[in-house]
């Protein structure tokens, strides 16, 4: 089955700096890839996705960039805000059945 | 983006009991429907997918006969944990997958705090 690697575990920096957030996925038929947003106690939020017809998707000052050779794809956060603080959780899936697996999670931490 | 509703919220019980949880997909309907178990600070563990009107698909190791999952509906879905425990307190999110425009996306409900005394 897929596996999905998540890194870092844990990413601290000062409001205003960028924030990036790596995912690896083993399965190469996985052709879908989201990006959720969960704070505390809440429900996980899709922030961005990305399908594997595209390298690159851009929103705002989120972006996602995937590399279907090196079946890696990452999260950019610009410019954070104290409000980005959450755990990020990235996930793959070949679609269809639509059963994704998700990372395993990075908490992010936006010091103002 | 569409709505997944979930019921209740938080529960506490005690141990031995049954505690029933409700997933609602509002505004689409939902062949399929996901169960999900968040431990504190830890990823969501996919623990079955709920089909409509057929029996669910478990994970490996959940055990069927305690987390019982009925798909009544195209909008509704329940997962019963029968004789909790307290190592069975933990976070349960459901999720439905939603097609628009040919494509998929999944949805997550907020999420039912269980916490077996």
């Known amino acids: 089955g897929e596996n999905v690697e998540q890194h870092p575990s844990t990413l601290s920096v000062q409001e205003g700096d960028s924030a990036v957030i790596k995912c690896t996925y083993s399965d190469s038929a996985s052709n879908y890839f989201p990006w959720y947003k969960q704070?505390?106690?809440?429900?996980?939020q899709l922030i961005i996705d990305i399908r594997s017809n595209v390298g690159e998707k851009k929103d705002q000052r989120i972006a996602v960039t995937l590399n279907?050779?090196?079946?890696?794809?990452?999260?950019?956060i610009t410019e954070t805000q104290p409000e980005d603080s959450a755990v990020y959780f990235c996930a793959a899936s070949r679609g269809g059945s639509y059963i994704p697996t998700f990372g395993r999670g990075t908490s992010l931490i936006v010091h103002p | 983006g569409a709505v997944v509703s979930q019921h209740p919220s938080w529960v506490i019980c005690k141990s031995g009991t049954?505690?029933?949880?409700?997933?609602?997909?509002?505004d689409f309907q939902a062949t399929t429907m996901f169960w999900y178990r968040q431990f504190p600070k830890q990823s969501l563990m996919l623990m079955a997918t709920s089909n409509e009107g057929s029996k669910a698909t478990y994970e490996q190791g959940v055990e069927k006969d305690k987390f019982l999952i009925n798909h009544a509906s195209l909008t509704l879905s329940t997962l019963t944990v029968t004789s909790a425990h307290p190592e069975d307190s933990s976070f349960y999110i459901c999720s439905a997958t939603s097609t628009s425009g040919g494509r998929e996306t999944q949805y997550f409900g907020p999420g039912t705090r269980l916490l077996v005394l």
């Open chain 1, 39 to 44: 704070e505390l106690g809440k429900r996980p």
């Open chain 1, 68 to 76: 279907k050779t090196a079946k890696h794809f990452s999260l950019h």
């Open chain 2, 18 to 26: 049954s505690v029933k949880i409700e997933c609602r997909s509002l």
